[in-house]
């Protein structure tokens, strides 16, 4: 959720607090949990998530933020930092024989930290529009199949002597990219992208705006056993007139995320795939002049849901003001450790960059095990 998500006005909405504006809690499926308003739909399906509701941050930036959030590090001049989907590719190891990727980001910005310090074939698929797909995936109509393999091998015969006089990761790793590029152009599997093969009403479902068709093609990758899909949504940032603008932000998140979690649960596939919503953080408890709310790192909520994760749960609270955390902090590298430990990542695992410097998944995050099944 790009821009930084209001979290009082969405899942830290608990009633009869100050400056809550014109969000109202309702109550959910899971006891003890309240949501604002706008978010009718996962209140319907909240016993198959978890939220985190003392989240904080040191950035108050938002692309540092969203660094910080992505790669559970600062973002330096230095180094860049690999993000979740690589370190997952990375820490699992490559899979041999697939011509779908494994890492794509639906709706990224080119802020992304993509693969980081890591080889190039860690690198995310970037899908801007996930109503046009995956994009320069078709041969022109003037190659005939021939005329196609006879300019690849050209290709490849140029870049053999390349190879063997530059013999280093990156060169290999980049010609290995592009032979599952060329791949994935002659595989039936290039059908996982193509959103006119779901029914109408199915589409509906999620919304037909870009982010509801991202959460759906989301589970079209996962259903075919892509293993990290993330998906961008913005519009968030509201310094001005909020709650001319929050309902409809907000309901299409509640509509599109609910409409992913029950598909997924349907499809017997929730217990398997772990889901995470979260901002880089939140927004000012106090409703400036402009009727909008401010920048404010010092707490958000996180949400997770599906394999790994007790749902209907929530863990930790801010303050009285929806200011502080109140009870049980959480850095935003122990919420990725989080991720990471449900999906069987090992936290203590050391890899290095090209300058001989250790990283790790998620920094020195610890997982936050009341939430673990």
Sequence with gaps: MTGAMSHLDTFDCIGGRENEGETKAIKTKSTGMTLGNWLPELAKVSDQFALVRSLHTEAADHDKGRYLMRTSYAEIASIRHPGMGSWIMRLQGLRQGRSLPDNVVIGGDNRHPGAGFLE?????????????????????????GGSFRARLDLIDKFDTGFRKKFPQKQVEAYSEFYKQATALMQSEDLKAFDLNLEKKEDREKYGMDRFGQGCM??????????????????????????????????????????????DLQTRGLLKRTLVVLVSEFGRTPRINQNSGRDHHPGVFTGLL????????????????????????????????????????????EEVFSKTGRPFKVAHDGAAIKKLLT
């Design 120 to 144: 190039p074939v860690y690198t995310p698929i970037p899908i801007g529009d996930p109503n046009a797909g995956l994009q320069n995936t078709k041969q022109p109509e003037y190659l005939t």
């Design 217 to 262: 093609l989301a589970r079209r990758l996962i259903e075919n056993d892509v293993k990290f899909v993330e998906v961008t949504f913005g519009n968030w940032d509201m310094h001005t007139d909020i709650y001319d603008k929050v309902g409809e932000t907000a309901g299409n998140m509640d509509r599109a995320v609910a409409a992913l979690l029950s």
């Design 305 to 348: 849901a599906g394999g790994g994760i007790k749902g209907g749960t929530v863990f930790g609270s801010s303050d009285d003001k929806g200011h502080s955390p109140d009870k049980d902090p959480v850095s935003v590298s122990d919420f990725n450790a989080t991720i990471a430990q449900a999906m069987g990542l090992p936290l203590e």
